[in-house]
């Protein structure tokens, strides 16, 4: 069971990383007990501070047995390249403690949970900012002496207890330290408050750490998603081979968006989809999009669909509604035969009631200034809709069967005019500059949310088509789009993309 | 009530001689301030001292038995005021708080205090707040203690040598009529570990017999003439008894040879951070037996000139391992030694760093430099020292720094300040930005991302009084905050006083989350609990009404964002002079959920309806701007990346952790969001017509579900 890897002759040291509220201190305080008990010196210190809430929190802990009767003069802080275990209750903390150096290839054993509790700067950026694990995977493979890493989170929400015990358990389990099982598991027992749960999440994390797992399998990749073979209905796999006949590297993205397309509206509609993608496959191939892969089409397959089926009331209320909602949410709940209620929470504004007016008519009122205030003035305010209450779901049902109209109201028109002229300035760019056209596509990643934020994910994505004229004669303008849609997603008001677009005018 | 319930820590209270005590440093000190007869005990909580306080208030009844007064004062200078019982008594007083905020308020009774002496042995425990984890500024409690004449404690980490330390700090503050400051670091108070216990000590004098039998003595008072004279007491009397009585009673230690080439001299905190790197330079073993001398300062003011003057004599160097800035023991000992032409070189910061906390590897690198300097052959053949540099240096790391994001705290999952910092950013977007002067307290988090909000922080309950200045004519008004706890501190009168006083403008918002959250979650006088010991339940609007505040809101339920915001626009935008304040209040979430939690399981278990809630995002309506997020921070707000190849971006999602507050939705239709939030409640233990109606509305609705459904291919946009 020891490993003899960690030299005895000095203290054994085990830093603990977690987040405040993560229970690292009961961790810390399990393992000292587990310490005392076998005889040892154990000391652990912290520097949680009482107002560190979710804050990145270390605690350490040193232990050596006492000799000749004296007791040990321990560390209150670790030094770098000097730990033998390292607890990581969270993987981006684990990457921390690689960074301060606290895992070191000669001594450190790694343990740490794979799942992610994001950061506040991962969260608040209206795109995709999450750090990458692959990163701290890379990292740990050659910092770490051995690594004993899997999802202890779920271990412990399966256990109904916290992270801590599977923690424990893996600690216990890796061997490090020269105790056995149930001198750990007694540390648990003592603790008198959640003790099965606890036992079990040790366990679990115990046998985690015994069994070999394969270090690739180690942080879980996206999943990889395929064309099926069948959609399991006659008239669905008539459309799925029109699938299969567009080019490779489009098929899935047009797959999900000719579902997307049908579930929004209906199969003409889908087939609408299908038709405007098989035209620009035409054009594509015609300005050699077979060279490129053709990511023209690749990226039409996307956003079209996307553009076709964009968020509106409609679309929300049909959602809201739905069965499988209903199944999910009560499953999530762990709801049972108890009685489920739902509400939702809804601000109408006039401008989205204006919108499912029937074209004419709905142009005509919101010319009118004094209309759209009184239509707003009756609207506008907070909604609790109830789905689960008759009322409620009738409200919604009312709204979402509106959807046979769809294609003859106010916002309709709006979307599919702006659409068309957003596929003219792409088809227009093709011939002329084919990155540069896959990246005007690619532009409406910008236009997403409801009201204020639809309004300035509609202005960031002007903003940045505003570039084009001046990217078109270089071959670098899809790049340079690129990167203004990564910008334009880096803050809310695109501070970033003012001074993106800045740089692009000078060029 | 404070955060946790310390009844285990209590019985660790009562261990009797030759027990073991095991536990946290601040414990075993609170422990060893009942083991020396403490009459009376008071301080102001605050890391990392807060257990201290929050023990010996869960253990009241035991300290009514030893004949103990306890009590939390409003604030540190209340607490330092409190020593006064010791000025004509011999009457053993403690008191702690957080160094050095606690001391800089504290520190006019303090100074009036060393001025004309003590008769009882009067101490201060002090938790440094110095280096990693601190959230004050970075200065050193030394200073106080040397301009005041206070002697200052610095024991060695250990809990037998701190328990000492302070029953001997007792005895030193009466042989040399002077309060004593011990100081402990932050890792130093929570440091575990054990020591032999001693029986509590009843105090040998009592408030009671002092109350009977009064006693006055004018020269005790800093009044002229006798305030010149206490100087002269402090130089002539004072210091040499308290010289003396640190070097009888052996307070400061020496390890190791008794010759050496050359020495460290060390403060007595910074004593295991000194072995572990002699350790590490191959001149210690892990029990302390070290090859180089060793004077450790258990006492860092004052010195004693004769014990560093025989540990310098035949050494050609020592280094000094000082923490902090400035170097004011080092300076000390080159003045000591150059009077008495002492030629021992006196190292110190220019091996060490000037500024910072001295880190296991500062440490290591600082008493490397001194022994290549001074004493090489001591290296000897040089054992490899830990180093993580070629770690470091590796491309994947030098990768992940870019990766790893920085995680500074945040207000808690449910916690009731978020929503008024999410209103306040509703009304940025109406009004503008407006200059922000902030305080001490959780509400401070609002500074850090997604809100900065916030300019500046001067001092504990001086938010508003720190935007004092601002009272101009002018097209914005100066918003200031400060916390219920800050408001009863101090900012009451320096803050609301000086405002209505002043014909102040601005708007002044009081966080009130019921307890003083940000040190533990103790009752303060506007907390709403009833607590047999003290009086609660006083209300903040009541007292800015009684110093004569005009315009005052209270809001009872912060996460009413929308009237959270119309609150603030009124207040900004109000012709009414004066200043404007409002009253935000809801408790605090992490010490509902702690209150709460329990009642709720032991109700569900009973049998009893209960009504489980939780906030969720649509994940296929919801379009991943994030917007939510910026107004919230919530930890149980997060975001989940979905297997839909439609979409880049990803999503937001509510985890388990949520507590139901309401802000998500509240925020949702405040900002006119998105409309995917939805709130489930799921009615545990439902009476059986509860149950009928229930079954008879998804009976209903699952038929017209059914009948949309027909005919329709619904595909689930996520496959998740």
Sequence with gaps: MFDASIPRDKPLSIAILAMGGQGGGVLSDWIVAVAEANGWYAQSTSVPGVAQRTGA????????????????????????????????????????????????????????????????????????????????????????RRVIAFDKDEAARESGTVISAPLFGALAGSGALPFDRASFEAVISEG??????????????????????????????????????????????????????????????????????????????????????????????????????????????????????????????????RSARFARIASEMKAGEDPLQLTEFVHPRGEEVVSLLPAGWGRKVSASPAWMARIDRWVNRD????????????????????????????????????????????????????????????????????????????????????????????????????????????????????????TVREL | MAERSFAREVEDLRLGDGQEFRGEGILAITKALLQSGVSYVGGYQG??????????????????????????????????????ASVMYPIRGAVTWKSTAGTNVASDALSNLSSGGVNGGAVIIIGEDYGEGSSIMQERSHAYAMKSQIWLMDPRPDLPTMVHMVEKAFELSEASNTPVMVEVRIRGCHVHGRFRAKDNRKPAYTLKQALENPVRDVNRIVLPP??????????????????????????NEVFGPEDGEVGIILQGGMYNGVIRALQQLGLSDAYGNTRVPLYVMNVTYPLVDEEVVSFCTGKSAVVVVEEGQPEFIEQALNTLLRRRDINTRISGKDVFPMAGEYTATVMQKGLMGFLEKHAPRLLGNRPPLPDASPVLNSREVQALANVVPPRPPGFCTGCPERPIFAAMKLVEK?????????????????????????ATTMGYGLGPAAASAFNVKADKRVISVMGDGGFWHNGLSSSVGNAVFNKHDGVMLIVDNYYSSATGGQDILSS?????????????????????????????????????????????????????????????????????????????????????????????????????????????????????PLRDDPVAAIDNSCVACGNCGEVAEAAILCPSFYRADVLRNASGWERFMARLRAGVISFLQRRRETGRHLFARVSA
């Excluded at chain 2, 009684?546 to 900004?572: C, F, N, P, S």
């Design chain 1, 57 to 144: 929190t270390l605690y350490y802990i040193e232990m050596l047995p006492p000799k000749d009767g004296h007791a040990p003069v321990l560390a209150l802080m670790p030094t770098p390249g000097d730990v033998d275990v390292v607890i990581a209750a969270e993987l981006m903390e684990a990457g921390r403690s690689i960074l301060r150096g606290l895992v070191t290839p000669d001594r450190t054993l790694l343990i740490t949970s794979t799942h992610r509790a994001y950061a506040v700067a991962e969260k608040e950026k209206p795109g995709e900012s999450i750090a990458d694990p692959q990163a701290v995977d890379a990292a740990s493979r050659i910092a770490a």
């Design chain 1, 192 to 321: 008198g408050r959640g003790v099965k749960a606890s036992l079990k999440g040790f366990a679990e994390g115990f046998a985690r750490a015994t069994a070999n797992e394969l270090p690739e399998a180690r942080i879980a990749n996206r999943k990889a998603v395929g064309i099926p073979e069948t959609l399991g209905a006659l008239d669905l796999d008539q459309r799925l081979a029109r699938v299969r006949a567009l080019p490779g590297s489009a098929q899935v993205a047009a797959l999900a968006g000719l579902k997307r397309c049908i579930d929004y509206q209906d199969h003409a509609y889908g087939d609408e989809y299908l038709a405007r993608l098989e035209a620009l496959t035409i054009l594509d191939a015609r300005n050699g999009g077979a060279a490129q892969d053709f990511a023209f089409t690749a990226a039409a397959a996307k956003h079209v669909a996307n553009a076709m089926a964009y968020d509106d009331v409609i679309g929300v209320a049909d959602l809201k509604i």
């Design chain 1, 383 to 502: 909604r609790r809709i109830r789905t689960h209450s008759i009322r409620g779901f009738l409200q919604f049902s009312m709204i979402a069967g509106l959807r046979r109209w769809r294609r003859k109201l106010l916002r309709h028109d709006h979307e599919m005019r702006h659409m068309q002229v957003w596929l003219d300035l792409a088809t227009r760019t093709l011939p002329k500059n084919y990155d540069l056209a896959r990246a005007i596509l690619a532009t409406h990643r910008l236009i997403k949310g409801y009201s204020d934020t639809h309004a300035r994910g509609l202005s960031k994505f002007d903003r940045v088509l505003s570039a084009v004229p001046q990217l078109e004669a270089r071959t670098d303008g899809g790049a340079w789009i690129d990167r203004l849609i990564s910008a334009a997603l880096k803050d809310e008001n695109g501070d970033a993309l003012d001074g993106a677009l800045k």
């Design chain 2, 47 to 84: 890391s990392p001292i807060s257990h201290l306080m929050d023990v010996l208030a869960d253990a009241s009844d035991y300290m009514a038995e030893l004949g103990v007064h306890f009590e939390s004062s409003a604030s540190e200078a209340t607490a330092a005021a409190m020593l006064s």
């Design chain 2, 226 to 251: 006798a305030s010149f004279i206490h100087e002269k007491l402090k130089i002539e009397k004072r210091w040499p008894a308290a010289v003396n009585f640190i070097r009888e009673q052996k307070l």
């Design chain 2, 430 to 454: 109406e009004l503008g930005t407006h200059h922000v002067s902030a305080d001490i307290g959780c509400h401070l988090f609002s500074i850090l991302p997604p809100f900065n909000i916030g």
């Design chain 2, 528 to 644: 709403r609990a009833e607590n047999k010991k003290r009086a609660t339940n006083n209300s903040i609007v009541d007292a800015v009404k009684g110093v004569g505040a005009r315009w005052v809101r209270q809001i009872d339920h912060t996460y009413d964002v929308a009237k959270m915001r119309d609150t603030l626009r009124e207040a900004l935008t109000t012709e009414e002079q004066g200043p404007k304040i409002i009253v935000a209040s809801s408790e605090c979430m992490l010490n509902k959920q702690r209150r709460v939690k329990p009642l709720v399981d032991k109700a569900e278990q009973a049998g009893q309806p209960v009504l489980r809630q939780r906030f969720g995002v649509d994940e296929d309506i919801c379009t991943g701007d994030h917007a939510c997020i910026r107004l919230s921070g919530c930890p149980s707000l997060s975001v989940k990346h979905v297997d839909d």
